[in-house]
C-alpha cells in the first residue's frame, strides 16, 4: 500500500481535497466509492500515525521520570 509512505500532513491534505471535491458536487459518481475508499485509508493510517506518535511520547514522559 502506498500510503504507507505518506507523511500524516500529506494524508490529510489528501483527505481535504477528497472531501472538497464531494462536497462540491465535482466527483463523478463513479469515482464516489474509490475515493470513499482512499479516503478511509487514509484515516486509518492518520489514526495509527497519531497512535504511535502517542505512545512514543509517553514513552519519552515515563522515562523521564
Same mark, same amino acid.
Given at each position: %500500500?502506498? #500510503?504507507? &509512505?505518506? +507523511?500524516? &500532513?500529506?494524508?490529510? =491534505? @489528501? /483527505? *481535504? !481535497?477528497?472531501? *472538497?471535491?464531494?462536497?462540491?458536487? =465535482? %466527483?463523478? $459518481?463513479? =469515482?464516489? +466509492?474509490? !475515493? $470513499?475508499?482512499?479516503?478511509?485509508?487514509? /484515516?486509518?493510517?492518520?489514526?495509527? !500515525? /497519531?497512535? @504511535? +506518535?502517542? #505512545?512514543?511520547?509517553? !514513552?519519552?514522559? @515515563? #522515562?523521564?521520570?
Amino acid at each position: %500500500m502506498a #500510503e504507507k &509512505n505518506l +507523511t500524516f &500532513n500529506r494524508a490529510v =491534505e @489528501e /483527505l *481535504e !481535497k477528497i472531501l *472538497e471535491q464531494i462536497e462540491s458536487g =465535482e %466527483m463523478d $459518481v463513479d =469515482e464516489l +466509492t474509490g !475515493k $470513499v475508499k482512499h479516503a478511509s485509508d487514509l /484515516l486509518r493510517l492518520c489514526q495509527s !500515525k /497519531l497512535r @504511535e +506518535t502517542e #505512545e512514543e511520547i509517553d !514513552k519519552i514522559i @515515563e #522515562e523521564m521520570e
